[in-house]
């Protein structure tokens, strides 16, 4: 079977998961576009595909069986709960949403649905190599995580578009997500401190420190950058009780010549996630093919949420502002098997 799909939102990554899903990717087809920017739109769309004036009119439309959100975050609520009402299973970017209460709505709707619609596009958690550093963290032969450290670097940022507030309610749910993945804990607290600001991103509040504060007790520390011009550089390391398990930067060929000893830093999230990101889609096709979602859910969405509001709190407070979740609704314990 060929699961018929509808893009939502067609710049920058819209247009790389149509790349992946029309050229890389087999068992799906995109057949709908639609963008606040028709032109756009229409450029993007793959042969054969119909550009939709408004996402509603995609969601609903008989030919599209699942929907992928790559609209700005302030956009997913209502396109999300529009696909729920649908009943189509949706792949939708980070972040979820951009507040608490627009997750709980979007968890409300899901939950009253009866079973999983919604992934999420934690793509790290699809990454081989944080999948090795989890095995053998979960292998538990380095004894208890107690810090881990994820440094997340990027060489540049949109002007105009990526605002202050971005490298802690854009950048950081990613490391939040992975930190909670990886040591299969939630986050209680978190602190932000603020270095000496970066001159070549404008007025941003760039880098930025962030403590997050584990249910367990380990911390974890997270360094966003996101102007630091030389590349994509994506780190972690995880100090156990008796050993340590560290992912460097993306691994690539090492060139020797007179020069002396390199290798390539990738140049932004496309080049580094780009097996990641085909991954995600893989398992997230044939868990739409039968009408539901793997991976990160809603829950991991509204758990990354709380993060980022509780991270903007602290940043004006400077102390540590705690988390508190909702119970877990039992439709998220729920294990869906999705890869062959
Ligand atoms: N997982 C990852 O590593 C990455 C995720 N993202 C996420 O993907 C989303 C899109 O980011 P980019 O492609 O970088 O942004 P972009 O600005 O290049 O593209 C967003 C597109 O959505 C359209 N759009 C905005 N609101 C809309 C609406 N209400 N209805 C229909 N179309 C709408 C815009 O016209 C634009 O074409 C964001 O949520 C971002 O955080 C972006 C980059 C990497
Ligand atoms: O999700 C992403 C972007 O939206 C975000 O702006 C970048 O900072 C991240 O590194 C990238 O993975």
Redesign the pocket.
């Known amino acids: 079977m060929t699961l018929q799909i509808g893009v939502?939102?067609?710049?920058?990554?819209?247009q790389d998961h149509i790349r992946r899903l029309t050229q890389v990717l087999s068992g799906a087809r995109v057949v709908a576009v639609?963008?606040?920017?028709r032109s756009?739109a229409a450029s993007a769309a793959p042969e054969g595909a119909e550009v939709f004036e408004t996402?509603q009119a995609l969601i609903r439309s008989d030919k599209v069986q699942a929907v992928v959100i790559?609209?700005?975050?302030p956009?997913?609520e209502e396109?999300l709960l529009d696909c729920i009402a649908a009943g189509k299973p949706v792949f939708c970017?980070?972040?979820l949403v951009t507040s608490e209460a627009a997750a709980l709505r979007v968890i409300e709707a899901e939950v009253a649905h009866g079973s999983r619609l919604v992934q999420v596009?934690?793509?790290r958690r699809f990454d081989a190599d944080y999948r090795r550093l989890k095995a053998v963290i979960d292998g538990g032969s380095l004894g208890a995580p107690l810090i881990y450290r994820s440094v997340h670097r990027n060489a540049s940022v949109?002007e105009r578009?990526y605002t202050s507030d971005m490298p802690l309610n854009?950048t950081l749910v990613?490391d939040a997500d992975i930190s909670r993945w990886l040591l299969g804990d939630e986050i209680s607290g978190v602190e932000v401190r603020v270095p000496r600001r970066n001159s070549r991103g404008n007025e941003l509040r760039d880098p930025v420190m962030v403590l997050l504060h584990m249910g367990s007790g380990a911390i974890v520390d997270v360094e966003i950058s996101v102007n630091i011009a030389y590349g994509y550089d994506i780190r972690g390391e995880v100090s156990c009780e008796q050993g340590v398990a560290a992912l460097p930067n993306r691994p690539a060929v090492v060139v020797s010549d007179a020069h002396g000893i390199r290798q390539a830093i990738p140049e932004d999230?496309r080049e580094r996630?780009i097996e990641a990101y085909d991954q995600e889609f893989r398992e997230w096709i044939v868990a739409a093919g039968r009408g539901t979602a793997t991976g990160p859910s809603t829950w991991d969405g509204y758990a990354a949420t709380l993060v980022a509001d509780a991270a903007l709190r602290a940043v004006e407070s400077g102390a540590r502002e705690d988390i508190r979740m909702i119970q877990k609704p039992g439709l998220y314990d729920r294990t869906v098997k999705a890869a062959a």
């Open positions: 939502i939102g067609t710049g920058m990554i819209g639609s963008d606040i920017d756009r996402p790559c609209s700005w975050g956009a997913h396109q970017e980070k972040p596009g934690f793509m949109p578009l854009d990613h999230w996630f």
